[in-house]
């Protein structure tokens, strides 16, 4: 099991557009293995392989309080979504930043599993959102690009600033 570096935002690789896996062979089993390892470490309730700068269609989720249901997404889709609601978001692309976002209140997601079953999941509330979320990295795209532009700019800056002290 390895850890695996997450890309900051903004990061042009987390612009890049993830391919269908066609194959589930051992290196997808390994690499979703590995990010979810990875994302309890962080900690996080999501993680997408674009984040870890594989650009395959892979997410990891556990939004359960007792962080043991660990779900794994293949080339996840959503089929369905149903109402609106509004949830403080943050990322692990984008270290420190969390800022509201409006999305569907449920969506139903077809994907394959680790077995290459085709299944259907239905999530409302924290899983909605984080599906989508997830969902959203494995087409390039980061939260805060829902924000304003003025916004987008601000946490640039910040994250530059914070760049710079690290470095
Ligand atoms: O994509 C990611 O970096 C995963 C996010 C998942 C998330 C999606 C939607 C709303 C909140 C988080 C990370 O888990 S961010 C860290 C975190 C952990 C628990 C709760 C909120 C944020
Ligand atoms: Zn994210």
Known sequence: MSLLPILRFPDPRLKTLAAPVRNIDEG??????DMAETMYEAPGIGLAATQVDVHRQVIVIDVSETRDRLLTLINPRIIESDGKQVCEEGCLSVPGIYEKVERA???????????GQEETIRGDGLLAVCLQHEIEHLSGKVFVEHLSRLKQMRIRAKLDKQAKITA
């Open 28 to 33: 997808i089993i390994r690499l979703a293995r």
């Open 105 to 115: 209140e449920s969506v139903v997601v077809r994907y394959l599993d680790l077995a």
